[in-house]
Every structure is written in C-alpha cells, then in structure tokens.
C-alpha cells in the first residue's frame, strides 16, 4: 500500500468481463480490483467496498451508481464518490482498451488519505460506531501515520467531548486513553489495534466547542493565581479555577501548573475522593504524553473541574480523617523526608488494615517520620491492595472498583512524587490509607506481605501449558481456581511476565476491555518495582480474579480482526474463505 507507483498493466481480456458480469482481479498481496462492463465501457474500481470491505463485485449497478450488496452503500461507478458519511470514496482506476484487452493504470498506490481518515475516525468518534473507529485506526495505522498523531486525534476529540457530555466525571475518558495507549505499546498488530479502538471508544460521543476562556487582566502574578487556587479547590470553585489555570498558562507559567493541581489533589477535603488524585496523574500524563499545544484546553477545564470539586458534607469518619490529617500535616511539612529504606512493613501493613481510622493514620504519620523512602512506602501500599485483590471474597460483592481503585491511586502516586513532589506523594499516602479504611466492608482477612502464599507448583509440563490452562480458566469465569493457578504457575518459575501479557490480550478480546485497562496497565508496570519482594505474585493473582470475576464474553475480535484486513485492502469474502 506504500510508496508503490505502478503503470499500465493488462489485468483481462475484454471478452472475461461481458456486461452485466463483473470480474474480480487479484493485485499485489491479496489486493482485489473489480472490473465491470456497463454499456459496453469498462470501469476499474477497487473491489473492497469502503464501508466494510464486501466484494463490489457483489453488487449492482444502475444509472451509472454502483451499490455494494451489503449495507447498500453506493458509489459513483466512474468517479468512486460515495453518497453516504461514514464511508470511504471508492478508489477507482483509469482503463484502456488496447485490441481485445484491457489494462489499467493502478498508479500511485502511496498512502494519501490520512486527512480522509481522521475525517473518518471523527465521525466514527461522534457516532459512537466501533467500526468506523476500528477501521479508520486500521487505515491510519497501515497508512504508516504514527499512533501518537492517530492518538493525537482521539484526543482532540477528547478535549471537546469531555465539556459537552459530563464534566470531571471525564476523568473516566482520560484514563483509558492514557491507559488505552500504555497497554497498547506493549502489544502489536491487532492487540494494539484493540487497545488503541478501546480507549477510542470510551471518549467517543458529543463534542461541541466552547465558548472561548480568556485570561485575567493583569495586574496578575503566579503567587496570587496559586493561592487563589488553592481557595477555589478548597471551596469547591471550579471554573474560577479554570480562567486562573489559563491566566498562567498565557504568563508562561505552565511548568508550575501540574504540581499545583497535585498538590490540591490530596489536600484533606478530598480523603475519600480517590479518583480526584487519580485522574489528575492521568491527566498530568496526558500532558506529558502529547505537549501543552494539544492538551492545554483539556487540561484546563478538567483540571479545574477535578481540584474545584466540591465534595459531599462529610460523615462521621471522613471527617474525622479529614481533621486526622489536617492535625499531622504540620509534623509532616517539617520532616525530613526520604532518609532510609528500612521499615517494619508488616506492621505497617496490620494498622493499615487494622479498621482502626486513628492508627492507620498514626502508622502513616510515623513512617514518614521516620523518613521511609517513599518509592519504598508506595510500593508496598501498591501490593497490599494487590494482596486484598487476591484474597478478597467473590461470593458477594468483591469490591473490585474499590480495590482496584486502592491498586491504581497508590500506583500513581509515583507520578504524584515525580511532578508535585515528596511532600504530594507523603500526603497521598494518607488518601491510600483512607481508601483501605473505607473499604472495610469488603471484609477481606489481613495478613503479612513478607509470607509468601503457598510454594505449591502447577501440574503441567511447561510454560505453554501453564499459560493454557490459566487462560482457559479465565474464560470459563472460573474465580474460584484462576488464583492457585497463577500461583502455582510463578511457583514454577514460569516468566509473569508473559503470563500478564496473555493474560491482557485475552481481556482485549473481551469487551471489558476498557474497564480493565487501567488495572492492567497497573499491573504491567508495577511487576517490576515489586521484582523480588515476596508479594509480587499477589499482583497477577489479583488481576487474574479480577478479569476473570468481571468478564463479560462479548467478543472484541469481529471488529479488530474486519479492521485489519480491511487495512491491508482485503475484501471480507476472501477473507473469509481463506
Ligand atoms: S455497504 Fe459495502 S460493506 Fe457495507
């Protein structure tokens, strides 16, 4: 499909295509142009329908309009001009009758239609369709446009979508395309396809565009903006706060922004409004990922829209989180933080879990003091909720939002720690330690992280096997066995890495996708950091029970594997008798 010019070529003899008889012709690798005789003139066209790649030759033609026999979407037979949206124009092909042959001039076959496609995706991204989507990634993709610019238009769309449909609950969007994208670089052809679709389809619907914000007059310096949103966080103000993020972004200020939305994020009046730190990491990423040029407007509304939330009036407990907290930032603020890696986790681990608001937060408190690295505290908050994942009952209600909530917001607190700094991520530790508090219900027995669960092998004769039986299991929704298994699987020493991969392409396949992919993606990075602690199997056991709890079995595949045949410019028939 790429940087090939190709000339004249003879495809037929004039008496292969009689009227009313198309002929299809097979060109390149596995390319089909169809060939048709309409009054004595014989037209060229490629035969994959550009709605959904059905053979044209399949189809009918009448008053010089050729319509594919599937969705009935039609086309100029002579210019290839579709009359629909959602669909390509057809490519056609210049013919030359030379004696009793015809030959056709398949010319410049180098992608030209990314503009075309983007329009596509577009439309695809307002419809809601999933395989307008799916297809116009595929031809992007295929077209060798670099996934950053097809992400680069999802997000655009994001930044309008996000303001027209459901404000800072777009916190949601922003966490599978920023989780859509990682989970899709670790995988390739239509696995990545997938990923990329999926986080696609989470932000597509409505996108209107804004009334423009302008700045603030000046005089205005960085302080006072800072400080004011600060207050505006504390009062709930949020589009006070979105012209004070844009007033500094016009001054020059931008590096500063994203530590100061941190560093709202886990102020006390947000204990238990776990997704609040979460998404603004997301976002902070997103910023990162694709530069303040493209992001700025989202960052701006959302942004403000997640610092400027105004939180329920507290309960008995939250509040007395909220005033725990506000009673031990003072001692916080003037430690030395980050001075040793050496720390009694288990008994950490027991007050965290031990139902007990006050010593949760005291244990919290003193570790810090104690100047624990923070990378340190993280990573074992990181897997105790991967350890509550593994053992949390499944009779009842699991609790797999809540958990996987514990699991992601203390992930992200190594982003809170890199951008807003020690002092962010030593106060998000506390929103973790909230979130475990509040999570008592699910009732989940504690235990020490130093143990290891059980030494116990899988019975199988190698890794292959392993990876079967497991992914087996998963797909028969058997909660009940997956986690022994995984378990029994690493025991063996068998690669975890691979397994989280199998694991995620089997989910991708699945139309719960999308809700898993931040807990994937999690899970992807995190087994690293935890690459020798004795918890680290608790981290695939936890996902295993998750996606295999919550899936749902409607199958992914249909579109992504259409998607890609279409991009390699296959007609669905062909494809299926192959
Ligand atoms: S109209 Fe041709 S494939 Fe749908």
Redesign the pocket.
């Known amino acids: 499909m790429k940087n090939k010019v190709l000339g004249w070529v003879k495809v037929a003899e004039l008496s292969e295509v009689p009227e009313g008889q198309p002929k299809a012709i097979k060109m390149g690798e596995g390319r089909s142009i169809a060939l048709f005789n309409e009054d004595g003139k014989i037209y060229a066209t490629d035969n994959q ?6 053979p ?1 030759t399949r ?1 009918t033609i009448r008053n010089g309009i050729l319509t ?6 039609s086309f100029d037979l002579e210019g290839g001009g579709c009359f629909h949206v959602e ?1 390509d124009d057809l490519r056609t092909f210049p013919v030359d009758i030379r004696g009793d042959e015809i030959w056709i001039e398949p010319g410049d076959m180098t992608y030209r239609r990314a503009e075309e496609h983007k329009k596509l995706l577009r439309e695809g991204l307002l419809s809601e369709d999933r395989w307008t989507m799916s297809k116009a990634i595929a031809l992007l993709l295929k077209g060798g446009v670099p996934e950053e610019e097809v992400m680069g238009a999802i997000l655009e769309h994001v930044a309008r979508h996000i303001p027209s449909a459901h404000g800072s609950e777009g916190g949601e969007d922003v966490s599978k395309l920023i989780n859509g994208l990682r989970v899709g670089s670790r995988y390739e052809g239509e696995d990545r396809l997938i990923a990329v679709t999926t986080a696609a389809c989470s932000a597509a619907g409505e996108a209107r565009q804004r009334l423009e914000v302008v700045p603030l007059p000046e005089p205005v310096t960085w302080e006072k903006i800072s400080r004011w949103v600060r207050i505006f966080s504390y009062e709930g103000q949020a589009g006070r706060i979105e012209r004070c993020l844009f007033t500094a972004y016009h001054k020059g200020d931008e590096d500063k922004l994203r530590p100061l939305l941190f560093e709202c994020s886990v102020e006390p009046n947000f204990i238990d409004n776990p997704q609040i730190p979460l998404y603004v990491s997301y976002l902070s990423e997103v910023v990162d990922e694709f530069g303040w040029d493209r992001t700025a407007d989202l960052f701006f509304y959302l942004g403000a829209d997640l610092v400027g939330h105004h939180p329920a009036d507290p309960e008995r407990y939250r509040r007395d989180a909220i005033n725990l907290m506000k009673e031990m930032l003072p001692s916080i603020e003037s430690t030395a933080l980050e001075r040793t890696n050496k720390f009694d986790e288990d008994a950490f681990v027991e007050a965290l879990t031990s139902v007990n608001l006050q010593r949760s937060f005291e244990e919290v408190q003193a570790v810090i003091a104690d100047g624990v690295k923070l990378d340190r505290v993280i990573t074992t908050l990181v897997l105790l909720a991967a350890d509550r994942m593994a053992n949390t009952p499944v009779n009842v209600d699991a609790g797999w939002w809540n958990l996987t909530m514990e699991l992601n917001l203390a992930s992200s607190l190594r982003s809170a720690q890199q951008i807003g700094g020690n002092l962010v991520a030593a106060k998000g530790l506390f929103h973790v330690a909230w979130q475990i508090f509040a999570d008592r219900w699910i009732n989940i027995t504690s235990r020490p992280l130093s143990e290891p669960l059980s030494d116990e092998k899988l019975n199988v004769a190698n890794e292959d096997e392993g990876i079967k039986l497991i992914i087996g299991t998963i797909e028969s929704l058997n909660v009940q066995d997956v986690g022994p298994q995984v378990l029994g699987y690493l025991n063996s020493g068998y690669s975890g890495e691979r397994l989280i991969k199998e694991i995620g392409h089997s989910v991708l396949w699945d139309d719960t996708g999308s809700e898993v992919l931040p807990t994937l993606r999690t899970v992807f990075e995190e087994w690293q950091h935890a690459e020798g602690h004795p918890a680290q199997p608790q981290l695939l056991v936890g996902l295993a029970r998750y996606v295999t709890d919550i899936r749902s079995n409607t199958d992914n595949k249909s579109a992504a594997t259409t998607a890609m045949n279409f991009a390699e410019g296959r007609t ?1 028939i062909e494809v299926f008798e192959e």
Not at 68 to 73: A, E, F, G, L, P
């Open positions: 329908c550009p709605h959904m790649g059905y044209l189809g594919c026999d599937w969705h009935r979407r669909c669905t």
